[in-house]
């Protein structure tokens, strides 16, 4: 079955125009001017912007964490994904057990993901620990398509600094991506009991005791050891402070190559002002956690210039009531809200308010994520030979509330948010996942994504 979609202004990063796309076999056959639509299931998008599929690096789906789960798994998720016009994720894992392998968790990610995605999906790996057996295990999992690893510089399963370097000399080798949390845990640790013995326990404080230098410094010091270990393609994860992303911007002014910037929705739009309210303010509990006006406007500012390359969305959903846990104390509410849904359309609708052009967003949005973690071209444009992953956006007025979000979470951060572009067509591989706010997919459509590992980009 070939399908076109007729008279859409297709929006790459590269620059739009009035045009058909016409796919076959799930793939982008051709792209022109009045493609014949004989023998084709025709999708009318005149007056309607036509982009790539969302795709989003950054998700939790299904996160065990002991005590609390992430409540989405990968079907509610990547359906929250779909109705908000992503078609991809590439999914941070939760740690194993101590001394696992790294396949351990790889393994056990793939039996939550196949036969319930939805979506386009990939993993990935994580480090908990550093020894000789996982650094060789790095090179199977790149050939198997992981081509991406996380590390943690706070947390319990953080690592060292000589355990770092060892890492980052790895990745030089093989051309793969290493993704980072930054924050500096030492100082957080001791912000959070200095509080704490002070009896000062409200949500404000998640905010006061992980100020914009912890993130800072923990870029800072990442940087350095990336240069050390010879440049290897570096990731900052949910960079959220003006502070954090200027030590990025400075080492780029001094030619460190290959560091790339993500932020997420949720710094683009919320303040710490939200902890204000004892109670309510627990919803915002993330890590790093809410900031000011002035980086949101930082932020944005790097996004316009592209020192800023990816919006992600870390969704890790939990109930209201699991949150609600940190009443009495804020460090017992489990991390993480809910944000796969929203993203792409808040992102347009604040991004164009700001004067950000539709080519900029697309490349935050979709582009930019698939280069870096080795899905570009097949994922993340509208072009010849590209999988058919397209999401048709038409400029009309929302409003973002619960009663029309998909995930399995009982608010969402955006509630009432006004948006002014709304997702109304999600096509993955040729196939329409869902058709104006009906959901027309199934359970498992979704396929695992081997990804390449880098060149120079
Ligand atoms: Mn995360």
């Known amino acids: 079955m070939k399908t076109v979609i007729k008279n859409g202004t297709i929006i790459n990063t590269e620059g739009s125009f009035i045009g058909d796309i016409l796919i076959e076999d799930g793939k982008i056959e051709s792209i022109g001017i009045n493609i014949d639509i004989d023998n084709c299931s025709v999708i009318d998008a005149k007056n309607k912007l036509v982009l790539p599929g969302g795709i989003d690096v950054h998700t939790h789906m299904d996160l065990d964490l002991g005590k609390y789960r992430a409540i989405d798994d990968f079907y509610t998720g990547t359906v929250a994904a779909a109705f908000g016009g992503t078609t991809t994720i590439v999914d941070h894992i939760a740690f194993g057990p101590e001394g696992c392998s790294l396949n351990y968790m790889i393994d056990k990610y793939h039996e939550l993901a196949e036969g319930k995605a939805v979506i386009d999906y990939s993993f990935h790996g994580v480090f908990q620990h550093v020894n000789e057996e996982v650094l060789k295990e790095m090179e199977k999992l790149v050939e198997e398509g992981i081509s991406s690893f996380k590390i943690y510089m706070t947390y319990d399963n953080r690592l060292n600094d000589e355990d770092i370097l060892k890492i980052l000399?790895?990745?030089?080798?093989?051309?793969?991506?290493?993704?980072?949390?930054?924050?500096?845990?030492?100082?957080?640790?001791?912000?959070?009991?200095?509080?704490?013995?002070?009896?000062?326990?409200?949500?404000?404080?998640?905010?006061?005791?992980?100020?914009?230098?912890?993130?800072?410094?923990?870029?800072?010091?990442?940087?350095?050891?990336?240069?050390?270990?010879?440049?290897?393609?570096?990731?900052?994860?949910?960079?959220?402070?003006?502070?954090?992303?200027?030590?990025?911007?400075?080492?780029?002014?001094?030619?460190?190559?290959?560091?790339?910037?993500?932020?997420?929705?949720?710094?683009?739009?919320?303040?710490?002002?939200?902890?204000?309210?004892?109670?309510?303010?627990?919803?915002?509990?993330?890590?790093?956690?809410?900031?000011?006006?002035?980086?949101?406007?930082?932020?944005?500012?790097?996004?316009?210039?592209?020192?800023?390359?990816?919006?992600?969305?870390?969704?890790?959903?939990?109930?209201?009531?699991?949150?609600?846990?940190?009443?009495?104390?804020?460090?017992?509410?489990?991390?993480?809200?809910?944000?796969?849904?929203?993203r792409v359309e808040i992102v347009l609708s604040e991004g164009l308010k700001r004067g950000i052009s539709m080519e900029t967003l697309v490349d935050k949005l979709m582009t930019r994520p698939a280069q870096i973690y080795g899905l570009y071209p097949r994922k993340g444009a509208v072009q010849v030979g590209s999988d058919a992953d397209i999401i048709v956006v038409a400029k009309k007025d929302k409003i973002i509330t619960i009663e029309n979000r998909h995930s399995s979470a009982d608010y969402t951060p955006y509630e009432g948010f006004k948006v002014d572009y709304v997702v109304e067509k999600v096509i993955q591989r040729g196939k329409v996942l869902v058709d104006n706010n009906k959901f027309v997919a199934n359970k498992g459509d979704g396929m695992f994504l081997k990804r390449s590992n880098l060149c120079d980009l």
């Not at 440049?231 to 994860?237: A, D, E, K, W």
């Not at 929705?265 to 790093?288: H, N, S």
């Open 169 to 342: 000399i790895k990745a030089k080798e093989l051309g793969a991506v290493i993704a980072v949390h930054a924050e500096n845990h030492g100082a957080i640790q001791h912000l959070r009991e200095y509080y704490s013995s002070l009896g000062k326990s409200k949500p404000i404080y998640h905010a006061l005791s992980r100020p914009d230098s912890t993130e800072a410094e923990a870029i800072n010091r990442m940087i350095y050891l990336s240069e050390i270990a010879g440049c290897p393609h570096l990731y900052f994860v949910h960079v959220s402070t003006k502070k954090g992303l200027d030590e990025i911007i400075s080492a780029r002014r001094r030619g460190v190559k290959n560091i790339y910037c993500e932020t997420c929705t949720q710094y683009l739009t919320l303040t710490e002002e939200r902890y204000e309210d004892d109670v309510d303010g627990l919803k915002y509990i993330m890590a790093p956690p809410l900031r000011k006006q002035e980086d949101i406007e930082a932020l944005w500012e790097g996004i316009k210039s592209s020192q800023v390359d990816v919006i992600a969305t870390d969704h890790c959903p939990f109930f209201l009531e699991e949150k609600m846990d940190g009443k009495s104390d804020f460090r017992t509410a489990p991390g993480g809200a809910p944000g796969v849904e929203e």
